[in-house]
């Protein structure tokens, strides 16, 4: 379905994209022809990842990588601006940077639902907003991509913070799908299931037991490929979706279908322990 020059001409930020899920796509977009940009926190990881992005990138397109914090409104608007400079124009973004952990709520301090939600909702705003203000000013056609949950809709236990800021971004992606479509701006969004990565696993996935009862919960009973995940944003973001926008694809082998994603903690194990486990988890000051 695609070639190498499927994404010709588009010049695509990933947010979050120096690992994971997020340089899974970056790697894809460049070997179908983008340029891409890749934007975090870690100057290092960045720069190892742009090594990886061009082992496989096609010929003469670029990979910039751009160290930011997707919280700050200003430095946000400070890298969009040296893109759209080095790369010439911008034609699409994927807001995938996020954070979570897991925590009993009522365990949770205000510091850490804030962190959470400012990374993932403000943080997709940040982005989105400045992206779309130069779409609409300059009237490029581009393509916002948000990746959120599958458990955007119903919830899920132990992650609250993700929960409610991956929903406001669900609805960030409804509501401009609507009101910039009369620029000709596609906003979609994609909903992971397991696709099993350091950043995510390290804070989700407590043990080795705990995993095989969650892939068991899955209808194929295996967690997703890294590429399964990044051929459909390479589709998404392709002029093969021109007539697609405010939806938000799943993509999880079924897990959904068995309900709230980390709601087996709450069924399989007594609170005591499962409070002992997270804060085993939790990263030590
Ligand atoms: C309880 C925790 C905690 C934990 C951090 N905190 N980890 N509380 N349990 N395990 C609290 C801290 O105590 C602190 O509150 C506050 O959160 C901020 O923590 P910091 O480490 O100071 O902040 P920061 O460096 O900004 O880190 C943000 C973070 C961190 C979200 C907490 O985990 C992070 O950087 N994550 C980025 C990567 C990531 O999470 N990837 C997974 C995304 S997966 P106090 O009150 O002590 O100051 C995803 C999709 C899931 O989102 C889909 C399912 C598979």
Not at 266 to 280: H, P, V
């Amino acid at each position: 379905m695609f070639t190498p020059d499927t994404l010709h001409g588009k010049s695509i930020l990933i947010t979050g994209g120096g690992s994971g899920l997020g340089l899974a796509m970056a790697k894809h977009f460049a070997a179908h022809g983008a340029n891409v940009a890749i934007c975090g926190r870690t100057e290092e990881k960045l720069r190892n990842a742009a090594a990886e992005i061009t082992t496989v990138k096609q010929p003469h397109t670029l990979v910039l990588t751009h160290s930011v914090d997707v919280r700050d409104y200003d430095a946000v608007g400070v890298m969009i601006q040296r893109l759209i400079r080095e790369f010439g124009s911008l034609e699409g973004l994927v807001n995938n940077a996020a954070g979570n952990f897991l925590a009993p709520s009522e365990d949770l301090s205000p510091n850490g639902f804030k962190s959470v939600v400012d990374i993932v909702l403000h943080g997709t705003f940040n982005c989105t907003q400045h992206v779309g203000k130069y779409f609409i000013t300059q009237q490029r056609q581009g393509s916002i991509l948000n990746i959120v949950t599958t458990y955007t809709e119903t919830g899920s236990a132990f992650v609250l913070p993700s929960a409610c800021a991956k929903a406001g971004v669900y609805a960030l992606t409804t509501t401009l799908a609507y009101e910039w479509g009369v620029y000709g701006i596609r906003v979609n969004a994609i909903a992971p299931g397991p696709f099993p990565t350091e950043g995510a696993w390290s804070r989700l996935m407590p043990t080795q037991e705990i995993q095989d009862k969650y892939v068991k919960k899955v209808a194929l009973r295996r967690v997703g490929k890294h590429e399964e995940l990044a051929n459909l944003a390479v589709f998404l973001m392709s002029d093969l979706a021109s007539y697609i926008t405010g939806e938000c694809v799943t993509i999880d082998g079924g897990e959904r279908l068995a309900g709230g994603e980390f709601n087996l903690f709450a069924t399989e194990f007594d609170r005591a322990s499962l409070k002992q486990m997270f804060y085993a988890m939790k990263p030590k000051k």
